[in-house]
Structures are given as structure tokens and as C-alpha cells.
């Protein structure tokens, strides 16, 4: 049997039914992103089933938010009222275009992560890449930077914004 791996893996609706049985910490798998919610009422229909999957098979848990050009607050009442406010979740907001409709702006990012930050007492990490650095160019932004950044990039040279 090869070495495990020690990978995360990042899953949604979009991946349909997903074994996450035990066997998947023996292979290596140490966590779990999972889509939970785009937009102020978008919600993840296998969110539930599989975070339950996932802490049966004992595997670290996250969730992420795919943001869209909307009330910023909304969408992150829309997030943790299917998220809850459990310790043992890591939360993100994924700051991405919207392929299919208004982006996220940069307020509407902040209002979502200070609402997060005001709930739970933590701010949540902050996944993009081309969006943010084509948005904040060489600027910082000092709300966004109490985010961790879970950096959206893929190719042979990451380009960190300057930012974090």
C-alpha cells in the first residue's frame, strides 16, 4: 500500500455522492472543504449529509461561502445559518467572479467577513487569487487582512497579493 497522502480535498453538489467512509483517513485524507452556500439563499443540498460523513470518518471539517454582488451581511447570515457556529469549522469566503451573475465587490466582501468575525469571534480565511489582486492591485486592504489567506492560484509562480 502506498504512503498516505495528507490531502484536503475541496468538494460541492457539483461532485455528487462521496464516499467518506473511515477508510478515507487511512488513505491519507486529513480534511474537508465543503460548498455550503452561494449568494443570500443559495444553500448546498449534500452539505448536511456530508459533513456528517466526514466527522464519522474523523476528518477535519471546513466550509466556504461563494460570494456573489449582493448584500454582504445577508450572504453571511445565509452561511451560518446553514454552517451553525461550530469551533471545529473552518470558514471561508470564496472570492471568486460569479460566472453566472453579479461579483462579489470588495464592501460586500468586508460586510460578509466582519458579520462572520461579529458572530463567531473569528475571521474566517479569505480563498481568491487574479479577483483580489485585480480589485486590490498593490493596495491594502486592513479589514480583509484579518483573514487568512487561502490563496486561489494555480501555475508554476504564486502571486501572494500585498495584502497578506
Known sequence: MPDPVNAVVDISHHNGNINLGR????????GVFQKATQGQTGADPTYRANRRKAQAAGVLWGAYHFGTGSDGVRQAENFLGVVGNDPGTLLVLDFE??????????????????????????????????????????????????????????????????NW
Request: proline share 9%; hydrophobic share 40%; glycine share 10%.
Open 23 to 30: 477508510a478515507v483517513a487511512e488513505d491519507g485524507l486529513i
Open 97 to 162: 467572479p460569479n460566472p453566472s451573475g453579479p461579483s462579489m465587490t470588495l464592501e460586500e466582501a468586508r460586510a460578509f467577513v466582519t458579520h462572520v468575525r461579529e458572530v463567531t469571534g473569528k475571521w474566517p480565511g479569505f480563498y481568491s487569487g487574479h479577483y483580489i489582486n485585480q480589485l486590490l492591485g498593490t493596495g491594502h486592504d486592513p479589514v480583509l487582512a484579518k483573514c487568512w489567506l487561502w490563496l486561489a492560484q494555480y501555475g508554476p509562480t504564486a502571486v501572494v497579493p500585498a
